[in-house]
């Protein structure tokens, strides 16, 4: 019956298998890390009151953050919080882990859409021209310096941007991209352009390669050979006919592109001082702040499920044969 | 940042430049003024005369969320940096590192230093306008020792006798100690004992009698704080408002600095230096008294044997390792600290490099191929460098050093006083609190484990000691014992120079002989041009 059900409804099917897979593992993710932050010496209490602190004063702080529960019992608090709406409160300063985290997760959000979305369609275009003019000097030129670029670490891409544009070179754009506690980065879009400007460069060699290998091999088949002899016109042949083709390993890569965001900026964010979930999260664990890590590191967990359906789903839907499997 | 408008001064408050940091030697009570007959052009203006107005923007690191405004917790560098905007002590240390009469008006105590009596200056108010009393200090001392929470400070004043506080009238007190205490002057210096009101205090929007008030703070992020136009000490400060930014790391630091988007950055390494010129500011490099040992356990093996200890000293080429850490700022270590204090012993033979005589030692201890493992962190600027270079000045003499890094939090958590040779930090802090802390059995922070009871006998007679050259003969006994390796497992190559780096336009800064940056924390004095 659950076949024929998923024969009916392939795209129902597939989102509904993927999201209890992607509970399962939102939930093994939070034993791992609470787990993982158990293993690190010192606890938040250490990490509040210093190595000043006597024995009697750490074990009474650590009373008062419910440390001193073992640590199922603290586990089984969290989740139990997690399900009434409640995120916890930081271990380090006491405020909610909603809002000590908010600002920083819709800033690093704003990085990774905007990076994302900019990268993705640049490097597509990009991609589509370079397989226009296949083995031309400009395809060449195009492809050397994808793989120049790709092979700078992105510490490197980020600093050379503040050296050219900021701090050495030209003087037209902030070094840093500091905002005031609580303010998200649209406020400030000036202060966006180096750090989307760097994750753009850093993302877009990859895309660009596989949409030029992808469009290639569209360009390529027989139906496309057929349309060109039919005197289709040359921009309607790749955006029309080849380029759907190419979609779902173009869709593929953009998810991983998205994927590697949601991690890679950390090392943006380190260089502009930007205040995300990047900088949040080492904290966090510097501090053993064990509340704000789970939320973090969820949060990160989520968007990677949410991405994988969305891409899944969306090839799917790029790919009639699949969809109407006998 | 905010272009200024001067100011109209009267001829009391035209300050020379230099003037601002021999204001804080706050003994005399009289500020330095100079009548000017006019104003002069305008160039000469902005550098001689100091503007009110702007907003002085700050980036420090090593700052994180666990970091506190609360009076009592200063327990970092960048809490301590907050703390001193907002809030003020009965003493203060002036740029010379020695203790300067600052909430109290007069200090005096009775024949063996056990009773002490404070009488507090005038006028002085809190920032909700309450006047600042004797029962403030003293529920500020009570909070201090607080046996259900005590608070960082509590245990340099645990001989304090808090019910025999006796409150004389409004500005008066008087403090009794269970023993004799003959350096409560500087402990009261020290940052762990600023006075909060005793009605009303909240440690979230705290209030403070300092020369900024808070307005914001975000740990681990931001701090706003805004000028205090009712401060005692009248004419600071000078800018409206002070806000400080943690950064990661000095990268960003920089680069914020380079592109004017902070005006002060705290605490870089060496190498930034030719970054901080070229970016058209000045490095302020101040040989202060903050120090990183590589502090050896004295009571398990190799290090109980005491010609063990003075070997590992002797390898260190302390002078080569400091240029090559710090360009050669810095004054060089003799493994003893409190360089700038009365009663440092500047007669003690430098310790220099002697590998030969190293290695004698070593062979008569029986560990000519000594193989032991060193527990780095990046403490502070330059530490994973020196014990680099540590263990290669070591390999000369045989002995060979596998540095283990850890992260600072590891180092200080709850394995700290198991490691058996690792990389300490001190910050400055009167000799007798440091030696209390690192040097005597039951110190909360005696990683070394020492324990000599000479030694500990003489800290006890320094603490009841009032005359200022007998405290000299006995911290130079003291600091003998210390040089001998019987009462110290610290190896000392160097002081660490604090260097901060001060963007275009911004005046007034002056280094600190304790070695806390920007100034000792000085913003007060800081203006804008």
């Keep these: 019956m659950l076949r024929a059900f998923s024969h009916r409804h392939p795209f129902t099917a597939l989102i509904i298998r993927r999201s209890v897979v992607g509970v399962v593992t939102l939930f093994v993710v939070s034993v791992l890390i609470f787990g993982a932050t158990e293993v690190l010496p010192g606890n938040a209490a250490y990490a509040v009151l210093g190595h000043s602190a006597s024995p009697a004063e750490l074990h009474a702080l650590e009373r008062q953050l419910h440390l001193d529960r073992s640590v199922v019992d603290q586990y089984g608090a969290w989740v139990g919080g997690i399900f009434r709406g409640d995120l916890g409160r930081s271990l380090a300063n006491g405020t909610s882990v909603w809002s000590f985290t908010e600002a920083r997760l819709v800033n690093s959000m704003i990085l990774v859409v905007l990076a994302g979305v900019i990268g993705s369609l640049l490097a597509v275009a990009l991609g589509i021209a370079a397989a226009a003019r296949k083995d031309t000097w400009l395809d060449d030129a195009m492809s050397g310096i994808a793989l120049a670029v790709t092979a700078l670490p992105e510490f490197v891409v980020a600093i050379t941007l503040v050296i050219l544009f900021s701090t050495v070179a030209f003087h037209v754009l902030p070094g840093v991209s500091v905002f005031a506690p609580g303010t998200y980065a649209w406020s400030g879009p000036r202060r966006l352009v180096l750090p989307v400007a760097s994750l753009v460069l850093i993302i877009v060699p990859y895309i660009f390669r596989m949409t030029r290998a992808a469009m290639i091999e569209a360009l390529e088949s027989e139906y496309v050979e057929l349309s060109e002899l039919h005197g289709v016109s040359r921009v309607r042949v790749l955006l029309f006919y080849a380029l759907p083709t190419s979609l779902p390993p173009i869709v593929q890569v953009v998810a991983l592109t998205f994927l590697y965001l949601a991690g890679g900026i950390v090392i943006v964010e380190n260089v502009f001082a930007y205040p995300g979930i990047g900088q949040g999260l080492v904290n966090a664990v510097n501090a053993r702040d064990i509340p704000v890590i789970q939320f973090i590191v969820l949060v990160l967990a989520a968007f990677y499920i949410v991405v994988n359906i969305v891409a899944d789903v969306t090839v799917l839907a790029l790919t009639p044969r699949r969809r109407s499997r006998a | ?529």
């Design chain 2, 1 to 529: 940042m905010t272009k200024d408008t001067h100011d109209h001064y009267t001829r009391r408050d035209v300050l020379k430049r230099g003037a601002a940091a021999g204001a804080v030697a706050l003994g005399s009570g009289a500020f330095l003024a100079s009548p000017r007959a006019g104003y002069a052009s305008a160039d000469e203006e902005s550098s001689q005369h100091p503007k009110r107005g702007g907003n002085l923007r700050i980036g420090v690191t090593g700052g994180s969320t666990s970091d506190s405004i609360d009076a009592g917790m200063y327990i970092s560098q960048v809490s301590g940096l907050m703390i001193y905007q907002l809030y003020d002590s009965l003493y203060a240390f002036d740029k010379n590192a020695r203790p300067q009469l600052s909430l109290a008006k007069e200090v005096e105590h009775n024949k063996d230093a056990s009773v002490w009596t404070v009488r507090l200056r005038d006028g002085v108010t809190f920032h909700n306008g309450k006047d600042v009393t004797a029962e403030d200090v003293a529920y500020t001392f009570r909070r201090i020792l607080n046996p259900k929470k005590p608070l960082i400070g509590a245990v340099f004043i645990k001989k304090m006798d808090l019910k025999g506080i006796k409150i004389l009238d409004k500005h008066t007190l008087r403090i009794p100690f269970h023993v004799p205490f003959a350096q409560f002057p500087e402990v009261q210096a020290t940052y762990f004992y600023f006075i909060v009101p005793s009605v009303g205090y909240n440690p979230k929007a705290p209030i403070g009698s300092g020369p900024f008030e808070f307005r914001s703070f975000t740990p681990g992020q931001q701090a706003t704080f805004v000028r205090n136009p009712h401060y005692w000490q009248s004419q600071f400060p000078y800018v409206d408002q002070v806000v400080i930014t943690d950064f990661a790391d000095e990268t960003s630091q920089l680069n914020a600095l380079s592109s004017g988007q902070i005006d002060l950055a705290a605490s870089l390494s060496g190498s930034s230096i030719p970054l901080v010129k070229a970016a058209g500011g000045t490095a302020q490099i101040a040989d202060g008294m903050f120090y990183a040992p590589l502090a050896m356990r004295m009571d398990v093996a190799p290090f109980n044997d005491i010609r063990v200890r003075q070997a590992l000293r002797l390898v260190v080429d302390r002078k080569q390792m400091r240029d090559l850490v710090f360009s050669g700022h810095g004054i060089i270590g003799n493994d003893i600290f409190g360089y700038y204090e009365p009663t440092y012993d500047h007669a003690l033979p430098q310790r220099e490099v002697d590998v030969a005589e190293a290695r004698k030692l070593l062979r008569r201890a029986g560990h000519t191929k000594l193989n032991i493992t060193f527990i780095a962190a990046d403490v502070a600027a330059g530490a994973l460098r020196g014990a680099q270079i540590f263990a290669q000045q070591a390999a000369a003499a045989g002995v060979t050093v596998n540095i283990k890094q850890v992260p600072v939090s590891t180092l200080f958590g709850p394995n700290y006083l198991h490691w058996h040779f690792f990389q300490d930090l001190w910050a400055y802090n009167p000799y007798v609190l440091n030696v209390e802390n690192d040097l005597l059995p039951g110190g909360i922070f005696n990683g070394c484990h020492a324990n000599y009871p000479p030694y500990t006998k003489l800290w006890g007679k320094l603490t009841r000691t009032v005359n200022p050259s007998e405290q000299k003969d006995i911290a130079h006994e003291m600091q003998r014992m210390e040089w001998d390796g019987h009462a110290s497992g610290n190896i000392i190559p160097y002081f660490i120079p604090t260097i901060d780096g001060i963007g275009k336009g911004v005046f007034g800064l002056t280094p600190s002989k304790t070695g806390n940056y920007l100034g000792g924390f000085d913003l007060k004095t800081v203006w804008l041009g």
